[in-house]
């Protein structure tokens, strides 16, 4: 398990957490030589800079107090030096999205951080930030010169931007020089500029039943009337019957109880016969109620449609955006956003906004399986999709406009000029 920032948000009082290490951006924390712990721009914080057994610990704005100071303890622990107590997760939990505390400390797994880490990881911290970069942890950065301010113009002091390996760009906005060296402020988290999936099933696999996951090793079984053909267009696909067909993973691809995008290259075989999910996530097997996102045709407005179940229960209530009208025998680009702060589902077709819906339900966790080709509704699969599916990708984040509306596939951004 990994510490993590739910859902990458980066809002103030955004709960940390535990959960299944994914290699992506919100677990990836920089140990600060101010005593900070980073990530996306922001601090690791004792919540009210408590001092009690049991205080949460959350995400907050940097501001050099004490309640973010951190240093390395005994047995890969992390020690807050104003309580003297040591960050934990309780009950040595292994349930994704635990949100981890103050404790004594006890040199119990339940404080070991840094177990899975390289030797010496904290013993340089990072100092203000050089001009010359370290390839693998920041691989493109440029300084298009004096460009921000905290008032919005021009400040007479250069700015750097950055991508990490993650894709996430980050501004540090420039500050007064220390005599001939460059110095910046604190960063700040500007979105991701790069393809950030943390799972992707190119589904061109071909041969066999398994689709694989190269980007997040989460691989889909084929079952039914699922099975790879070769197109004209976009080479080997998956094809799927739209009465049984269908592949399906063994375990959930993202929290959807925070922001997430989902996108897919889909093709019609017929706009009559009903509904086709092309992409869903189930709940757990032990419920079986409902799934937690839908990317699908509608077949009763005859446009292309992103939804999820209002709670995990076997009730009607949905929240669905509908977009584009749908066309058969077409490749179609889409991209289905829930963005959990601003509470909107969007759906992008073809690298266009085509519609926005405010969510009116709760932001709850389907942990079941991955579907390709079916979704979950009232305890029961159905809406098999009648058609093919190509290149599908999941993020743990709400895409920005830029990234949201770039199809699939296509080359993505490496370097700033």
């Known amino acids: 398990m990994?510490?993590?920032?739910?859902?990458?948000?980066?809002?103030?009082?955004?709960?940390?957490?535990?959960?299944?290490?994914?290699?992506?951006?919100?677990?990836?924390?920089?140990?600060?030589?101010?005593?900070?712990?980073?990530?996306?721009?922001?601090?690791?914080?004792?919540?009210?800079?408590?001092?009690?057994?049991?205080t949460l610990v959350q995400l907050y704005t940097c501001n050099s107090s004490t309640a973010q100071k951190w240093t390395t303890g005994a047995s890969g622990s992390l020690v807050n030096p104003q309580s003297g107590k040591c960050l934990d997760d309780p009950g040595e939990s292994s349930t994704n999205g635990t949100q981890v505390q103050l404790?004594?400390?006890?040199?119990?797994?339940?404080?070991?951080?840094?177990?899975?880490?390289?030797?010496?990881?904290?013993?340089?911290?990072?100092?203000?930030?050089?001009?010359?970069?370290?390839?693998?942890?920041?691989?493109t950065f440029a300084s298009p010169g004096d460009v921000n301010s905290a008032t919005g113009g021009p400040d007479g002091k250069p700015d750097?931007?950055?991508?990490?390996?993650?894709?996430?760009?980050?501004?540090?906005?420039?500050?007064?020089?220390?005599?001939?060296?460059?110095?910046?402020?604190?960063?700040?988290?500007?979105?991701?500029?790069?393809?950030?999936?943390?799972?992707?099933?190119?589904?061109?696999?071909?041969?066999?039943?398994?689709?694989?996951?190269?980007?997040?090793?989460?691989p889909a079984t084929l079952t039914g009337g699922a099975a790879w053909s070769t197109d004209a267009d976009r080479g080997t696909v998956l094809s799927l019957n739209g009465t049984a067909g269908y592949a399906t993973t063994n375990a959930p691809g993202v929290d959807t109880s925070g922001s997430f995008t989902i996108s897919a290259w889909v093709?019609?075989?017929?706009?009559?016969?009903?509904?086709?999910?092309?992409?869903?996530?189930?709940?757990?097997?032990?419920?079986?109620?409902?799934?937690?996102?839908?990317?699908?045709?509608?077949?009763?407005?005859?446009?292309?449609?992103?939804?999820?179940?209002?709670?995990?229960?076997?009730?009607?209530?949905?929240?669905?955006?509908?977009?584009?009208?749908?066309?058969?025998?077409?490749?179609?680009?889409?991209?289905g956003v829930f963005d959990a702060d601003a509470g909107q589902l969007l759906l992008y077709v073809n690298g266009r906004l085509s519609a926005t819906k405010a969510y009116t339900g709760t932001d709850?966790?389907?942990?079941?399986?991955?579907?390709?080709?079916?979704?979950?509704?009232?305890?029961?699969?159905?809406?098999?999709?009648d058609g093919r599916l190509s290149d599908v990708r999941l993020y743990p984040t709400a895409l920005p406009p830029a990234d949201a509306a770039a199809p699939g596939g296509n080359a993505t951004l490496t370097q700033l000029d």
Not at 310 to 326: E, R
């Open 2 to 54: 990994c510490l993590d920032d739910a859902g990458s948000h980066t809002a103030d009082h955004t709960k940390i957490q535990v959960y299944s290490c994914n290699g992506s951006a919100a677990q990836k924390w920089v140990l600060h030589d101010d005593g900070s712990l980073r990530v996306l721009g922001k601090c690791l914080d004792v919540t009210g800079g408590g001092t009690d057994n049991g």
């Open 103 to 139: 404790y004594t400390c006890n040199g119990s797994t339940a404080q070991n951080w840094t177990s899975s880490a390289a030797a010496g990881w904290n013993a340089h911290p990072a100092t203000g930030l050089p001009m010359v970069l370290r390839a693998r942890d920041y691989p």
């Open 160 to 218: 750097l931007y950055a991508t990490d390996t993650a894709g996430q760009l980050t501004e540090y906005p420039g500050a007064t020089p220390a005599g001939t060296t460059a110095t910046f402020a604190d960063p700040v988290s500007l979105g991701s500029v790069t393809d950030t999936a943390t799972h992707s099933w190119n589904l061109d696999d071909g041969t066999g039943t398994t689709a694989t996951d190269p980007t997040g090793t989460l």
């Open 267 to 335: 093709r019609l075989n017929s706009l009559t016969g009903g509904n086709s999910t092309f992409v869903s996530q189930s709940d757990a097997p032990s419920v079986g109620a409902a799934n937690g996102f839908q990317l699908y045709y509608s077949s009763g407005s005859g446009v292309w449609a992103f939804g999820r179940h209002n709670d995990d229960t076997t009730s009607t209530s949905f929240t669905a955006v509908y977009g584009a009208k749908a066309v058969a025998g077409k490749w179609t680009h889409l991209v």
């Open 364 to 385: 709850w966790n389907a942990v079941g399986p991955v579907q390709f080709g079916r979704r979950l509704y009232q305890g029961a699969y159905g809406e098999y999709a």
